[in-house]
């Protein structure tokens, strides 16, 4: 008997890139999902927040790692479709965790972040639902979800090394 994945084709049928690719955004995303939750555990009483948007980000916090290190631990061991659907919680955790700033800035277009964030704010649910129904309809092909999933992620390394570069050169 061929030895065989978790998606039932045998393994050399399937295409390594998505799982790379997932297993790439799940390591970044289980790092800064670590990264963050310091403040879980930091002594400032301000932060998150209070009332029911800091207990959202509190939840997040808290959550994140432990999906994303879910994640991580099922791509590594050939469990495609549990990792599509803990990264896709990881985007629903990230978007739960936006949602409260949303909501005291009242999304005034008037710079361009708020328009990134109002992109963010509508694309992470989208990407999260159409991630899991793909790879929920087509267990076997995982290069779609993978490269949805990887949007956000990439998308916010894109937004830090451009931060870096333009310090970089204008100073900050």
């Known amino acids: 008997m061929s030895p065989q ?57 808290a959550l994140h790692p432990l999906f994303a290190a879910a994640a991580l631990i099922f791509i590594s061991t050939g469990w495609v479709y549990h990792a599509v659907v803990a990264l896709a919680l990881v985007l629903v ?16 277009l008037s710079d361009p972040g708020s328009l990134f964030t109002v992109i963010y704010v509508l694309a992470l649910p989208v990407l999260a639902i159409a991630a899991t129904l793909m790879i929920s309809r087509h267990p076997d092909t995982a290069g779609a979800p993978a490269v949805l999933l990887a949007i956000p992620t990439l998308a916010s390394i894109a937004g830090v090394a451009a931060f870096a570069i333009g310090v970089m050169i204008y100073g900050f």
């Not at 790379?20 to 932060?47: H, K, R, W, Y």
């Not at 955790?93 to 005034?108: G, K, Q």
Request: charged content about 10%; proline content about 10%.
């Open 93 to 108: 955790i990230e978007w739960m965790n936006i949602l409260p700033s949303v909501r005291l800035d009242d999304l005034a």
């Open 5 to 61: 994945t978790q998606t039932g084709l045998p393994s050399t049928t399937q295409p390594s890139w998505p799982r790379l690719l997932l297993l790439v955004t799940a390591a970044i995303e289980t790092m800064s999902g670590l990264s963050n939750s310091t403040i879980l555990f930091a002594d400032i009483p301000d932060i998150p927040g209070p009332g029911l948007g800091g207990l959202l980000i509190k939840i997040s916090l």
